[in-house]
């Protein structure tokens, strides 16, 4: 879900700041890596969620 709703919004977003967009984007493939490990690690995602978070809220600023 979280991918398909990513992956919908792009061009919109990438059109905002390509940049910032590509970074971010960066970091949703990490988040997606960590939870679909055939054995997740539930400190990994969680550092990769709030990374990407980070990322997201230093751009909306």
């Given at each position: 879900m979280v991918e398909?709703?990513?992956d919908?919004?792009?061009p919109t977003?990438?059109?905002i700041d390509g940049a910032t967009w590509t970074k971010i984007?960066?970091?949703i493939d990490v988040v997606l890596a960590a939870v679909r490990s055939s054995n997740p690690d539930g400190n990994k995602c969680k550092?990769?969620?709030n990374n990407s978070?980070?990322?997201i809220n230093r751009?909306?600023?």
């Open positions: 398909h709703q990513w919908t919004q792009e977003l990438r059109k984007d960066g970091t550092t990769a969620l978070f980070s990322n751009a909306d600023k």
